[in-house]
C-alpha cells in the first residue's frame, strides 16, 4: 500500500489519429481521379472526332441482331443463334432456314453439273455485290469528306472578310452554298456598292480584293473552279453591239484574272461563263440589283473508279 502521502500517475496510451480513419479515402480518392480523367478524356474525343467519325462508334458499339434459324433449341437463345448475315447488316433482323443437304448418291450426273454451275454463278454474283457495295461506300466516304473540305473553305472565306477591316463590310454581298454541282460563292451587287464599273468588266478595289482572299482559300483545295458571271434581265447595249451576256462573260474572264494573280492556276480553271439575266437570283424581281454577280464554283470531283469496277 502507498502511503498518504504517495503520488501516483497514471498514464493512458492513446491509439494513433490515422488508426480511427485508416487509408479507406485514398481509395475514393483514387476512383474520383480516375473518373474524372476519363470524363475530360471523353470530352476530347467528342470535340476532336467528325460526325462521320462519330457514326462509325455508334454503330460500332450497337447491338447485333439475333437471326432465327432451324438449328438448335432448347438452349439459352431458345433456338436463335448469331447468323453471319446479321452480323454484317448493322441491326437489320435477317430470318433464313437451314436445310439438310441432299445425299450426293442421288444426283443425276447432269443435276451435279447444273448445281456446280448455279455455285459459280452464285459466286461470282456476291463477289459483284461486293465489288459494288466496296465501291458505293468509297463514293460516300468521298462525298462526306468533300463536304466537309468545302465546310471549312466556307468558313475560312468567312474569317478572312470579317478579319479584313477593308471588306467586313462587303460580308453581307457575299453568298456561299453547298449544292449538288459542289460550294458555290456568290459575289452579289448592292445598291450603291456594285461589284463592276456600271457597263463594264472592270472591277473595282474591293472587289479585286475580295477575289484575291477567296483565291488564297479555294487554292489550298484540288477540285476545279467554275466561274459564271450574271447581269439583270433588263436590255444592255454597249459599245460594237455588246449585249448582256458579252458583259456577263467579260465580267467572269475579269474574275479569272485576279484569281490567277492571286495564285489560282490556270489548270484548275474548268469554265468561264457568261448567263446574263438566264438565272436571276431574285425571281420575283429580275431587274434587282443582286441579279448582277459572281459565281464561283469549286465543283465536286467525281472519285476515280476503283480497279475492276463497271459503271
Do not use: C
Request: hydrophobic letters at 40%; proline letters at 6%.
Amino acid at each position: 500500500m502507498a502511503g498518504d502521502g504517495a503520488i501516483i500517475v497514471k498514464r493512458i496510451k492513446k491509439g494513433g489519429h490515422g488508426a480511427h480513419h485508416g487509408g479507406a479515402w485514398k481509395v475514393a480518392y483514387a476512383d474520383f481521379v480516375t473518373a474524372m480523367m476519363a470524363f475530360f478524356l471523353l470530352m476530347w474525343l467528342i470535340n476532336t472526332t467528325t460526325p462521320e467519325q462519330k457514326r462509325g462508334i455508334a454503330d460500332y458499339f450497337a447491338p447485333q441482331s439475333i437471326a432465327q434459324t432451324l438449328s438448335g433449341s432448347g438452349g439459352v437463345l431458345g433456338g436463335k443463334v448469331m447468323g453471319e448475315e446479321s452480323a454484317r447488316a448493322g441491326g437489320a433482323a435477317s430470318v433464313f432456314q437451314k436445310n439438310s443437304p441432299s445425299s450426293p448418291a442421288s444426283k443425276s450426273p447432269s443435276t451435279r453439273a447444273q448445281t456446280s454451275q448455279g455455285g459459280a454463278s452464285a459466286s461470282d454474283s456476291q463477289a459483284s455485290n461486293s465489288q459494288n457495295n466496296a465501291a458505293q461506300a468509297t463514293d460516300r466516304s468521298s462525298a462526306s469528306a468533300q463536304d466537309g473540305e468545302f465546310a471549312h473553305a466556307a468558313e475560312a472565306i468567312h474569317q478572312a472578310i470579317k478579319d479584313n477591316p477593308d471588306l467586313a463590310a462587303l460580308s453581307k454581298q457575299v453568298i456561299m452554298e453547298q449544292t449538288p454541282e459542289g460550294l458555290r460563292i456568290q459575289l452579289v451587287d448592292q445598291d450603291g456598292r456594285p461589284m463592276f464599273a456600271a457597263g463594264t468588266s472592270e472591277p473595282l478595289p474591293y472587289a479585286r480584293r475580295l477575289l484575291a482572299e477567296i483565291a488564297k482559300v479555294i487554292d489550298r483545295l484540288p477540285n476545279r473552279v467554275s466561274i459564271a458571271g450574271h447581269t439583270e434581265s433588263q436590255p444592255f447595249r454597249g459599245p460594237d453591239g455588246q449585249t448582256n451576256f458579252e458583259l456577263s462573260a467579260a465580267r467572269a474572264n475579269a474574275a479569272r484574272a485576279i484569281l490567277a494573280q492571286a495564285g489560282l492556276s490556270a489548270d484548275r480553271i474548268y469554265e468561264v461563263s457568261g448567263k446574263a439575266g438566264s438565272e436571276p437570283l431574285l425571281p420575283e424581281d429580275p431587274n434587282g440589283s443582286a441579279n448582277r454577280r459572281l459565281s464561283i464554283t469549286l465543283l465536286k470531283e467525281a472519285p476515280p473508279v476503283p480497279p475492276g469496277h463497271q459503271l
